[in-house]
């Protein structure tokens, strides 16, 4: 039996986020009455049954996740649908974001097949393979201490020097990057699979697992996020901005 649940508050997924383009943001869209669901969830002996609940891969938090049991994964899928809303790409948080060592420890998906259905109830198929360093790119892999990488040498290939200053107080604000899972915040040392489209008005999106990219300590397949995404021309759009007409 699918598992349902419901959220009917109007939400914003994660924080603003910059594409490699120096006059194109991205952000995740306001999604309201959002309903999720799936045919396959993990629950383990003495956690709660929602723990790894495919809400929790809609909730705005990196930290939680929808998990698949152990060599359980194939024909593993996961759905939303939601009021009319516009977006233009998707972004997906593969894996157990908490951190690196859980993250590799742990299953991500590899081979995807993911089918939007816009409001005239066409469907658009996408399928394809995530790259498997979504936990975040080389780029986090510094340690300010010994100085094997600078900052600047991170951020070397910003091209416009506020881009570049961000970036470098980004990460000197935020040492423990080593460690971290995160999304793409910036463009080059960010984490997340993405994917690019024409916008259009979408009512569900539907994504199921067709191969992993094996754990090195467990067999659990997660996704810690999937947000639907829009180009903008500058950040703090009003909600009402992402829906359809």
């Known amino acids: ?36 669901v799936s045919n396959k969830t993990l629950i383990e002996k003495g956690q709660p049954s929602d723990r790894y609940s495919p809400q929790k891969a809609f909730d705005g938090n990196k930290n939680t996740a929808w998990c698949v049991n152990k060599n359980d994964y194939k ?15 998707i972004r997906i948080a593969n894996g157990l974001f908490i951190n690196r060592k859980l993250f590799y420890a742990n299953n991500r998906v590899k081979d995807y097949k993911i089918t939007f259905t816009t409001k005239d109830n066409q469907k658009i198929i996408k399928k394809g393979t995530f790259y498997d360093n979504s936990c975040g790119s080389s780029l986090y892999e510094y340690d300010l201490g010994d100085g094997s990488r600078t900052p600047e040498e991170i951020c070397s290939g910003y091209v ?4 570049k200053m961000d970036c470098i107080n980004y990460i000197k604000n935020n040492p423990k990057l080593v460690n971290a899972c995160e999304l793409d915040y910036y463009g080059k040392i960010g984490g997340g699979n993405r994917i690019e489209f024409s916008e259009q008005c979408f009512i569900s999106i539907k994504l199921e697992i067709l191969s992993v990219y094996p754990g090195n300590k467990y067999g659990d397949t997660c996704i810690s996020e999937i947000s639907l995404t ?5 950040m703090g759009n009003h909600p009402k901005d992402d829906m359809c007409d």
């Not at 024909?75 to 790409?89: C, D, H, L, T």
């Not at 829009?230 to 500058?234: A, E």
């Open 230 to 234: 829009t180009g903008v021309s500058q």
């Open 160 to 163: 416009q020097n506020s881009d």
């Open 1 to 36: 039996m699918k598992k349902i649940y419901y959220a009917t508050i109007l939400a914003s997924l994660f924080l603003f986020s910059q594409l490699y383009s120096d006059t194109v943001d991205i952000r995740d869209v306001f999604i309201s009455k959002l309903k999720v």
């Open 75 to 89: 024909g593993a899928v996961i759905e939303a649908s939601f009021n009319p809303i516009k977006s233009s790409g």
